[in-house]
C-alpha cells in the first residue's frame, strides 16, 4: 500500500514568494495532520482536520499561513508571502480516527527561503 | 499540559550490542498511547513500536522492545542487536485516548560504532 505522499520533496523560494505544499494522505484514513520540523522548536503540529473539515489550526503561525483539504485524498499547506524564518521541514501525516489512531507520516518537504 | 521529555540528547552503542533510550511523561490521564518514532538522516518519520496504557504486556516488534512503567510515567525503547541502519533520531510520542494530538519528545540521536 502506498504511504503517504507528499509533494515537492525540496522547495528553494525567495522570501515574498508563495509556496503550495501538498498531500495525498493514506488512503480510508479520516484524519490528516501538518507538522512543521524546526532544530529550534522540534516538530510541531500546525493543524490537523478531520472528514476533511479544520478541527484545530492553533499552531498555524500567523495569517501568512492557510491549509485546505477539499477532499479526502489532498491537501495543501500554503504559504504566502514566505520569509526566511519558515525555513524547516514540512511533514503531513494521516491516520484513521476510531481506532488507536496511530499516525503515519510522509517523507516531508524541505523548505527553504532565501 | 501533557509534556513528554527524553533526558539523552544523544546515545551510542556498539554494533550487535543492546540500548536503551530513556523517556518519561506527564499526564493526569489513565487512557493513552505511547509511540517511538525514528527519523534517519533520510528525515522520514518512521514508526518503530506503540503501547496502549490499558495494556500491562510490553510491546515487542522484533528486535525493539518497550519497558512500560505506568505508575512511574516511564516508557523506554530497547533495541536489541543494534545494527547500523538504527542509527537515527528516536521520538517518543504522547496521545491521550480522548484527542488526536501527538506530543513529542525533544528526540535522541543514536549513533551505532560499526
Known amino acids: 500500500d502506498a504511504g503517504v505522499i507528499q509533494s515537492p520533496r525540496h522547495e528553494v523560494t525567495e522570501m515574498g514568494q508563495e509556496v503550495t505544499l501538498r498531500c495525498k494522505p493514506i488512503?480510508?484514513?479520516?484524519?490528516l495532520f501538518w507538522y512543521r520540523q524546526t532544530m529550534m522548536r522540534g516538530l510541531e503540529l500546525l493543524i490537523y482536520?478531520?472528514?476533511?473539515?479544520?478541527?484545530?489550526d492553533s499552531g498555524m503561525p500567523e495569517d501568512r499561513f492557510s491549509a485546505k483539504m477539499p477532499n479526502a485524498s489532498f491537501s495543501t499547506l500554503k504559504i504566502q508571502p514566505s520569509e526566511p524564518r519558515d525555513s524547516a521541514v514540512y511533514f503531513c501525516?494521516?491516520?484513521?480516527?476510531?481506532?488507536?489512531?496511530?499516525?503515519?507520516f510522509g517523507p516531508g518537504t524541505r523548505l527553504l527561503v532565501l | 499540559a501533557q509534556t513528554v521529555t527524553q533526558s539523552q540528547p544523544e546515545m551510542s552503542v556498539q554494533e550487535a550490542e543492546t540500548v536503551t533510550l530513556s523517556c518519561t511523561y506527564d499526564t493526569s490521564e489513565s487512557d493513552y498511547y505511547l509511540f517511538w518514532y525514528k527519523q534517519p538522516p533520510s528525515r522520514q518519520m518512521i514508526l518503530v513500536i506503540r503501547?496502549?496504557?490499558?495494556?500491562?504486556q510490553n510491546a515487542t516488534e522484533n528486535r525493539f522492545s518497550v519497558n512500560f512503567q505506568k505508575a512511574a510515567k516511564s516508557f523506554s525503547l530497547k533495541i536489541s542487536d543494534s545494527q547500523l541502519g538504527d542509527a537515527a533520531m528516536y521520538f517518543c510520542?504522547?496521545?491521550?485516548?480522548?484527542?488526536?494530538?501527538?506530543?513529542f519528545g525533544q528526540g535522541t540521536r543514536l549513533t551505532i560504532n560499526p
Open positions: 501525516a494521516s491516520s484513521f480516527r476510531g481506532w488507536d489512531g496511530t499516525q503515519y
Open positions: 482536520f478531520n472528514n476533511n473539515v479544520p478541527i484545530d
Open positions: 488512503s480510508g484514513h479520516n484524519s
Open positions: 503501547q496502549e496504557a490499558y495494556k500491562q
Open positions: 510520542a504522547y496521545r491521550f485516548q480522548g484527542a488526536q494530538k501527538l506530543v
